[in-house]
Nanobody
Framework: QVRLVESGGGLVQAGGSLRLSCTASGSVLSFSVMGWYRQAPGKEREFVAAIYSGGITKYGDSVKGRFTISRDVTRNWYLRMDSLKPEDTGVYYC????????WGQGTQVTVSS
């Protein structure tokens, strides 16, 4: 059993920054992929960023150059979000893969114009 918990969401003005964190706990010691998705009201869940076990990172087109995914030596990973735009508003979910897909409960990010 794996539990993912996000933190760091909140309200920020356009142009500002936020840093999201995801902490994993449970029986799985490592993940092949760790990432972030988001869902805006009335829209489908959207890929934001991922980091693979070898360190390769990938980003959604809408966040390239503004968001940075990173991880530490434990089972934590982060999403640094700079130059935030109102269209970045949504619930941000962390996810991971280790045979199965695991998801957090989400954290709200609201960017005001």
């Amino acid at each position: 059993q794996v539990r993912l918990v996000e933190s760091g969401g909140g309200l920020v003005q356009a142009g500002g920054s936020l840093r999201l964190s995801c902490t994993a706990s449970g029986s799985v010691l490592s993940f092949s992929v760790m990432g972030w998705y988001r869902q805006a009201p009335g829209k489908e869940r959207e890929f934001v960023a991922a980091i693979y076990s070898g360190g390769i990172t990938k980003y959604g087109d809408s966040v390239k150059g503004r968001f940075t995914i990173s991880r530490d030596v434990t089972r934590n990973w982060y999403l640094r979000m700079d130059s935030l735009k109102p269209e970045d508003t949504g619930v941000y979910y962390c996810m991971s893969k280790s045979g199965y897909d695991y998801w957090g409960q989400g954290t709200q990010v609201t960017v005001s114009s």
